[in-house]
């Protein structure tokens, strides 16, 4: 009996691996959406390849291929940020897999609707523009795309600079890799430094206090090695300071036109005042409240400029980093306040006490010196007796300079990609169609929608 059940599974197991069998595996069309995960290596494509995909998608849709180049600079910057974001959304135009489920198409051919595809992305998104109604009303098209109306305007602003001159869209794009990488290796040289820096300082005191001669001697030598270290460092810090004032030099003409400034990260002005931080809404947040007291966390991505809120005069500066507040500074504006920054990567060498600064000027980079989990400005008053969030000035930049962490803008709009689609709720749905995919090593079908 054990034999001829042995025999079974044998003929069994032959074949399975001579005829294939019918095994499937269901992809949910409820619940969580399915969507194809993120390719091993991103797909990157040159200028010529962008702007076919762009024109393509536009003259099919209906939707100016401006808005298209645009929206794919803003959400993924040409794919070189494809997510997943905090709120979800994935891919080439920073879908939410609930919309991409609805309104994603395969647009190059291979079977599969893949918002991880340049081609597939950028085509959907010119559907969805479509079926909100692009061809009469752009505004009202791209707000359904997200609703906020900074997102809007800065799509629209954008769009405008693109159509004045196909090539404006990629040399903008070439000025701000360099700046961008050039303000990079700066905020890390200057965290090297930092870290040496207090390596070194650990390593002396506890030279200082070995009773035994060899433990000092040997503690001793650490503390050299961790100054070779910072020195290095800071010559790189040098360097690296060196390049970046010669990217901003050649971006410095450009960065006047309002759409360039704000790719570039330039700052943000209303009413006499700037946003301390660059970069714009769509990577500079803050939350309503702060952990423990009045004050407010910006988050960055580490190395985005730091300014000077408003005309005013150095009170105090550290570049070497405080064990709480990291490498910052203390200004007292024009009207009086008096405002303390925290955690900067590094602080821009004119910045000294007595020295006058005009709104807007840059005095460091973003970094995370001292008690900081992760890159951001810590901004208080001082001392810390109202929340900086509160004040009117800062509240003028939701939406534009930065956007709130909860999602919700001043006048209390959604304004996160969670809300994308929302407007396409009331549009029919199509009926479900769905493709093949076979995987022939493992006898597998997949079916995701086409």
Known sequence: MRRAALLALVALALVAGTA???????????GTPFVPPPPAVPEQLDSAQLLGLWQGAGAEYGVPWQVLAAINKVESNFGRNMGPSSAGAVGWMQFMPATWMQWGVDANGDG?????????AIYSAARYLAAAGASTDLYRAVYAYNHADWY??????????YGTDQTVAFSVDRMQQQLDAARQAVADAGDRVAAAEKQAAKWQRRADRAALLSDRLALQKQATLAAVRRDSAAHDLAKARRALEKAEQQTKAASFDPAVGGMLGAPAYSG???????????????????????AVDIAAPLGEPVYALADSVVVRSWSEPDPRCGIGLTLQAVDGQTWTYCH????????????ALSAGQQVGLVGETGDATGPHLHLQLQPATAWP?????????????????DGFDAEGAQSTPAVRGLAM???????PVFQVVPTPSQGVILFSRG
């Open 20 to 30: 294939r069998a019918d095994v499937f595996q269901v992809v949910p069309t409820t």
């Open 112 to 120: 599969v609707a893949d918002p991880w595809n340049a081609a597939d």
């Open 152 to 161: 809007v305007q800065e799509v629209l602003a954008i769009a405008q600079l």
């Open 272 to 294: 006499g005042y700037v946003f301390p931080v660059g970069g714009g809404a769509g990577v500079v947040s803050a939350s309503h409240t702060h952990h423990d007291y009045p």
């Open 344 to 355: 900067l990567s590094v602080l821009d060498p004119s910045v000294v006490p007595g020295t």
């Open 389 to 405: 969030q509160q004040e009117a000035w800062f509240q003028a930049f939701a939406g534009t300079a930065f956007s709130w962490q």
């Open 425 to 431: 709720a009331a549009t029919p749905r199509p009926a």
